[in-house]
């Protein structure tokens, strides 16, 4: 079993920044891919950063050039630095993992931490 659990959500102004921190813990040694999803009130849930095997990142349009996320691996935390946040921000943001045990692929989400962007 693999945990997720996310941390460093709130309220901040439009313009601001804000860091997001998710610390995996359990059977992790085979991380296909780790990273960051969002759902606004009303919209489907969308990917919003990746990190795949070989630090390949992918960002959605509308994060690039404000989103960087970034993974320490020693520590089993992967981050999301969010600058220039915009009211259209504003979501519950889940991390997750997509991990190989046992030669399948299982997908692992955390509960979800909220952001708030004021306009």
């Known amino acids: 079993q693999v945990q997720l659990v996310e941390s460093g959500g709130g309220l901040v102004q439009a313009g601001g920044s804000l860091r997001l921190s998710c610390a995996a813990s359990?059977?992790?040694?085979?991380?296909?891919?780790i990273g960051w999803y969002r759902q606004a009130p009303g919209k489907q849930r969308e990917s919003v950063a990746v990190?795949?095997?070989?630090?390949?990142?992918n960002y959605a349009d509308s994060v690039k050039g404000r989103f960087t996320i970034s993974r320490d691996n020693a520590k089993n935390t992967v981050y999301l630095q969010m600058n220039s946040l915009k009211f259209e921000d504003t979501a519950v943001y889940y991390c997750y993992a997509d991990i190989t045990q046992t030669l399948r692929r299982y997908d692992y989400w955390g509960q979800g931490t909220q952001v708030t962007v004021s306009s």
């Open positions: 990190i795949k095997r070989g630090n390949v990142t």
């Open positions: 359990g059977s992790t040694f085979s991380i296909n891919a």
